[in-house]
Nanobody
Framework: QVQLVESGGGLVQTGGALRLSCEVS????????IGWFRQAPGKEREGVSS????????VYRDDVAGRFTISRDDAKDTIYLQMNSLKPEDTAIYYC???????????????????WGQGTQVTVSS
């Protein structure tokens, strides 16, 4: 049974940090692709970062590169998103998603993923 459960969201001031967790079941972190996405009010869901387990490929959207870091803990079946230097524009519901294999150019596209978590709210105050 596939299940993705996010946690770690919250309220933080500008410049602060949060670490999101996504506990995954039904997928193999050392082979499959797990991505982080976000959706702000009134906006479309967008890809934030993704990690492909088969070769360790990692991608980030431009405006989070250098501030966010995706990682995994195979022993805990968990993917993390460390978010530093947070900005008000990072405010959104953050979702993790899973797919079997995703080509590099499509790793930040919502259409590449079949399974989604319920989301966790991140709010950055100015």
């Amino acid at each position: 049974q596939v299940q993705l459960v996010e946690s770690g969201g919250g309220l933080v001031q500008t410049g602060g940090a949060l670490r999101l967790s996504c506990e995954v079941s039904g997928f193999f972190l050392d082979y499959d692709t797990i991505g982080w996405f976000r959706q702000a009010p009134g906006k479309e869901r967008e890809g934030v970062s993704s990690l492909r387990g088969s070769d360790g490929k990692v991608v980030y959207r431009d405006d989070v590169a250098g501030r966010f870091t995706i990682s995994r803990d195979d022993a805990k079946d968990t993917i993390y998103l460390q978010m530093n230097s947070l900005k008000p524009e990072d405010t959104a519901i953050y979702y993790c998603a899973a797919a079997r294999v995703v080509v590099g150019s499509r790793m930040l596209l919502t259409s590449s993923y079949s399974y989604w978590g319920q989301g966790t709210q991140v709010t950055v105050s100015s």
